[in-house]
Each structure stands twice: as C-alpha cells, then as structure tokens.
C-alpha cells in the first residue's frame, strides 16, 4: 500500500470512526439519563402507594385514605426499608455555648445563624445515634434547622427516617384484617420541664417508651410498626433554665378480623 | 421595546462611543423611556429633569461618555451617616433640589456589601450544602453600585440637594460654572456615595439601618404610569398593595415636608432608574453646558459599609465567594463536606 492511499484510507477512516464512537457514547448517555429519568418516575408514582407484595393474600380494610394509601400503610408495607413516611420529628432547646468545640468562642452575631445551621448537623447526627440505641437499626436525618433566640439558646429541629429495630411480628389473621394506627401520648397530660443538658436523656427515655408501647402492642396483636414519634418544645416559664417537653408515638398494627 | 426605541437606543450607543460628544441626539428622547413596575426606566443617554421630563444627555453636558466598567475613583472616603433622623431646613437663600430615583441602570466598578448579608449568604451556603448542593449564593450584581450623574445648572440661588434613593447608587456630581450647591442630604436604604463633590460643600447623610431606624422608606408617588398602578385597575384585588404603597409613600413625604418643609412628591426630579437627572434649565447654548466629569479619578465618598471593593467584577465574585467558603467551613467546625447528606 502506498503512502497515497494510506492518507486516502485514513482522511476515510477518521470520520466513520468517530461517528460510530459518537452514537455509541450518545446512545450510553441517553440510554443513562432515560434510565434515571424513568427510576424517578417509578419512584415518584410509587409514593402514596403501599408495596403490593405485603400481605398480598389478605383482605386488608383501613389502608386508604381517598384514593391513597395511607402513609403508615406505605410505611409498614416497607418495614425493612427505609421510607420518607417513617419518621422522628424532635425539636428541642440547646445552649449555645455547648455547640463550640472546646476552646472555641461564639462567632460574631452576623455569622451565628450561619453557625447553628451548620453545627445543627451534628445534633441530627447524634440522634441518630440516639435512636440506633432502642428503636432504630438504621437511621438517616432528612432535615436539620436551627434558629438562634437572643437569650443565648438555639431552638434545633430534627428529622430523621429510620428503619425498626424490633420486629413486626406476625399477622395472625387468615382471611380478612384491619389496618389500625393508635395515637399515644408519652408524656402526662401536662409536658415535662426538662433543663437544656437533660434533654438528650429525656428523648432517649421517649425513644425506650416507643419501643415498649409496641412491644407491648406486638404481644396482643402479634405485630406492630413504629410509623411516627413527635417530640415537641417550648420554653418554660423559667425560661432562662429549662424547656417544656412533649412526646406522642404513631403505632400501627395489622389486626385479625 | 419597539422599534423606535431601538432604533433610538442604538443611536445612543452609537454616540455614546463617538469621541465627539458635543452631538446632542435628534428624535425625542420620551420614545426611549420605557414603563416599568415602579415608573419609567430611562436608559442612559437620556437625563430625567423636572417632574419626569426628559432630555438628551449631551444637551446639558459637554464631553459625556459612557461608564468605562473599569473607571475606578481615585481615592474612596467615609461618608458618615447621621444619628437623628432631622436634617436641616433651607434657609431664604437656598433653592431646594428634590431628586428621587430607586436605583441606575448604569453600574459602576465599585461594590460594598455589609456583614450582615455576607453572613445570610454564608447560612444559605450552610443550607445549600445540607440538601446535597454545593452552590455558593452569590450574585455580584447585587453589590454592585448604581450611578447618576446630577447635573446643576441653577443659578439663581446656591442649591439645597436633597436626594433619596433605595438601592446602592453612587450620586456623581456635575456643576455647571456659575451654579452653586450649598448643601446635599443623602436618604436612603443600602450603600450610597457622592463624587465630584467640591470639598466645602456640606454633606449630610442618613444611610442603610439609621434611616431604617427612622421609620421611613423612601418611597416615590405611585402615578398612574406605573405599570403595577395599571394592574390594579385591571385586577382590583391588588388594591391593598397599591394602598399600602400610598400609605409608605405618605409617611415619607410627611418626614420630608417636617425636615424640607415640601412634601417629596410635587416637582420632584427622576424616575424610577435613572443614569442622569438635571436639576435646573437645559442651557440656551452649547457652550454652556457643563463640562462633564467622571467617576474615574475621582473623590468617592462612600456610606460605612462593612466590605468595599473597587475593580473587575470576575475579581470580586472570587474574592468574596471565597469568603463565603472560608466563614462555612469555619462555621461547619472545618470540614464542610460533613455537611453534606450520606449517599
């Protein structure tokens, strides 16, 4: 072959070449972006609908809420996986001098609401870690705010999705079965006065009661789900030492008819 | 825009860029105001005088040029705000000037902006990063001072310049010879500054949170041009906004009248952006016109802001998203990418 036709083969070459590589990275791409596209949707659609897969010999009543299945449904229907339903939602007070690391001093005043957003991070990390101890086996926060007051204390809330630690338990139903939620309170009827550095230990004792509830819930029923805990804070009276504390859990159960 | 706005426009520019500025443009320069929102939008080139009236730049100024993006002042000093919220009256010798525009058009290559937004920017950064973005918020143009040129050329008596503005702007002075300020007042929100200034002039200003403290916003009479007055003919339920506009338009030009002894509205001179504004006649003859001064080189004095930078904007956006990036990882306790949600 001479030098002429091998310049010849290759101003040919070059061309085709590149513009089969190029439909086939296009293709790759699109064939990528399609996919993630379509997973989202998937995703997206199969939110409000329960996994069709649980219980699927049943006859479940109680499960709709308008055309939807009801969130605790979804969530219970996912109980090994975690689910935007299955939630922890705990506001709470802290000082703000126990959010510097040591040897730290507070920012000045126009960086402080940068401050807290950002130390909030850890607070949300560290319950995590608190709930992991009883009701959770896994746990990831999905929101962490924060907002300053002028008397030295940060108002932090938390949101948290988890996967159960206990087990569901069985469902003894053979035929038909209710989806039932049950509402408890987990503190009195007044809310408990709780001191800034107390705080950590009180949420922790709401997370044992949670756990317990269902337990005890499980051993009637044979099955039980943790679908949601709210814990609530407001300043006291006092307000300069301590905050007024409120807890409610969400169970549900899959109960024989 | 229509077509003879543009076509008018593009002759602006075209001059705009002719090393002979003594051209003053044909046609007539009420084509190119365009209503916005909030009042007219004059573009530069056209100079806003009494009562809206507008005029072509070069008819009152000689040797106009257009701002050179990178024409810097020549030296920047404080100009401090006053801790009363009373200015002094004009005395019988005086002619009062009343100026009022929200902002310019016309950008100069000096930003400020205080500690107080860069740490809102630096929580919104925060929070950006928790939900997985890292995107810095930083938009330099919201920095980045307007200017007007004030161009005097009253006579008859020295001048009282009173001039309220509501975003960042620098007032650029050009006195015609003969013409005399006596005083200026400077109210308004954000940074403001006063260049060409003649030394024994008395500046007094009450800027940024001392005029907020003050209970007043300058806010200009809502006039039936106003875009935002026509919605609310066309959609009634606007009708309280509206009303409220009239309400904090009411409480500033009751401030002004205590201080000024007029009300803020009546023969007011500006519009709602403007890059040139007259105050007194259009000189009879070319000759006359005042001989234009720039930005650059000039004595900028400037309102207390927290961080003032003059330059290319590309260099401040560096410069301060660095500054965002430095206070968040400061604030996060080192390490930013803990912020940022586990995969």
Known sequence: MNLLKIIFIGLIAVPVVGTILLQFFSSVLVFGVAHNISSEIDRIEQRGKADSAFAADLEITGTKAGNDDKAGYVALASFEKLDDYRSVNASFYVRLKDMLDAGEIVPEKELVSAFVTARTSRFADAECELLKKSLAAECTVYNSAATATNNGLVRISVGLNFVQKSDFGTIKAKDRAAYVEIEERLTGSTPDTVSFSGGAIFRSSIYEQAVKLCDKIRTFEGNCAIFKVLITTALSEQSGSAQNMRATAILSTIEAL | ?343
Request: include cysteine; aromatic fraction near 6%; proline fraction near 6%.
């Open chain 2, 1 to 343: 825009m229509n077509r003879t706005k543009l076509i008018a426009l593009l002759l602006i520019v075209a001059l705009g860029g002719c090393s002979d500025s003594g051209t003053v443009p044909t046609g007539n320069p009420a084509d190119l105001l365009n209503p916005e929102m909030r009042g007219y939008e004059a573009p530069a080139g056209v100079m806003m005088g009494l009562n809206e009236t507008p005029y072509w730049v070069q008819s009152a100024v000689a040797g106009f040029r257009p701002v050179k993006p990178s024409g810097l002042p020549g030296k920047i000093e404080e100009l401090k705000s006053r801790a009363s919220c009373t200015f002094d009256s004009p005395g019988p010798n005086e002619i009062l000037a009343k100026v009022q525009v929200d902002g310019s058009n016309t950008k100069s290559a000096v930003f400020a902006v205080s500690r107080h937004q860069m740490g809102e920017r630096t929580k919104t950064y925060i929070d950006n990063l928790k939900a997985g973005r890292d995107i810095v918020p930083f938009n330099a143009r919201d920095d980045r001072l307007g200017i007007v040129d004030v161009i005097v050329t009253e006579k008859s008596k020295p001048v009282y310049l009173v001039i309220a503005y509501n975003l960042p702007t620098i007032f650029n002075i050009q006195l015609a010879e003969g013409a005399r300020i006596s005083r200026i007042a400077l109210v308004g929100l954000g940074a403001a500054g006063i260049a060409n200034a003649h030394p024994a002039v008395k500046i007094q200003s009450l800027t940024g949170k001392a005029m907020q403290s003050c209970g007043v916003l300058p806010v200009r009479e809502p006039a039936d041009h106003w875009q935002f007055v026509q919605n609310v003919k066309q959609t009634p339920s606007l009708k309280d906004v509206l009303d409220k506009n009239i309400s904090m338009y009411r409480v500033f030009s009751g401030w002004y009248r205590k201080n000024f002894g007029v009300a803020s509205g009546v023969d007011s001179i500006g519009a709602m952006t403007a890059s040139h504004v007259l105050v007194g006649p259009i000189p009879q003859a070319l000759e006359a016109r005042v001989t234009f001064k720039p930005l650059e080189g000039s004595t900028l004095l400037l309102s207390k802001n927290d961080h003032v930078f003059a330059g290319e904007q590309a260099d401040y956006e560096k410069k301060y998203t660095h500054v965002i990036i430095e206070a968040a990882t400061k604030m996060a306790g080192g390490d930013l990418a803990k912020l940022m949600p586990a995969q």
